[in-house]
């Protein structure tokens, strides 16, 4: 388990190492390309204010003031026939600008067309919940509250969905150490074993990259060829031949005798 880290400015750190490399921006074009979009575009006009709006990646993106997603979310699905809440979530953008932004998929069956819906937060704003306009939106809200911890106004039951209901932290943050906080290493030892077995236990290992040569069960390498399950010892055991017994038979066995390591690639 890694000490805990600061990790606040991790959007502020260049991802990549390579200085000559520069992302490649997705092209914008503008609504009145595209005649359903433009349409539907002069609809949601009428309706609200309309912050940004363009196509990107053959569907419209509408940026609107998130008071408003109760009247658009309604007005898209009786009126503009985007019938489909295919995903809603968040993104982090703590470290940038102290804000989530808040965007919702949308797909009309009957015209082919998909639409996103976006708005900005501050870390302590709550949003309304849609699911009931979209009830596919019941289970997104509470996976968003889960791991961002966005709170959705009147959603009938907002409970973790993912992570136990005592757990202490939301994962997707950028914040949020990888390998999990100080609570995340004891927690399974607590709720299985007590907090008296913390010394005897140890701290579980939430690094995916750990290696534990002493575990005979999972771990196997050249030079370290040990019985599957055998006590650990420190040395491995010295194979006489490379096929067991009862194995698959071969022309000849596999003797240690008649091996040769090579220094080099031929």
């Known amino acids: 388990m890694r000490a805990y880290q600061d990790r606040k400015n991790l959007q502020k750190k260049a991802y990549y190492s390579d200085r000559f490399f520069k992302a490649p921006p997705v092209p914008r074009k503008d609504v009145s390309t595209d005649e359903i979009f433009a349409n539907d575009l002069k ?26 997603i109760c009247k658009v979310m309604l007005s898209l699905k009786q009126e503009l026939e985007y019938d489909f809440l295919s995903e809603l979530s968040a993104t982090d953008f703590l470290a940038k600008s102290n804000q989530f932004e808040i965007f919702y998929q949308l797909l009309s069956m ?8 976006k708005y900005m937060i501050s870390q302590d704003q709550a949003i309304d919940s849609i699911m009931h306009i979209f009830k596919s939106a019941d289970w997104a809200e509470r996976e968003m509250f889960d791991m961002f911890g966005i ?17 202490v932290g939301y994962p997707l943050l950028k914040s949020y150490p990888l390998e999990g906080d100080e609570a995340a290493k004891w927690y399974e030892v607590d709720k299985i074993f007590g907090k008296e077995y913390r010394d005897i236990i140890g701290p579980e290992m939430r690094d995916s990259a750990t290696i534990n040569i002493k575990d005979t069960k999972n771990f196997a390498r050249v030079k370290h060829e040990v019985p599957y399950g055998e006590k650990y010892s420190g040395k491995p055991t010295d194979f006489g031949n490379y096929q067991e017994d009862g194995g698959v038979p071969l022309i000849s066995k596999f003797k240690k005798e008649n091996s040769k390591e090579l220094n080099s690639r031929k």
């Open 43 to 68: 609809h949601l006009k009428s309706l609200v204010k309309i912050k940004d709006s363009y196509i990107e990646l053959d569907q419209l993106v509408v940026i609107i003031e998130p008071k408003d």
């Open 110 to 117: 009957s015209k082919r067309k998909r639409l996103r819906v």
């Open 151 to 167: 709170v959705a106004n009147n959603h009938t039951y907002l409970k973790r969905l993912l992570m136990p209901e005592d757990w």
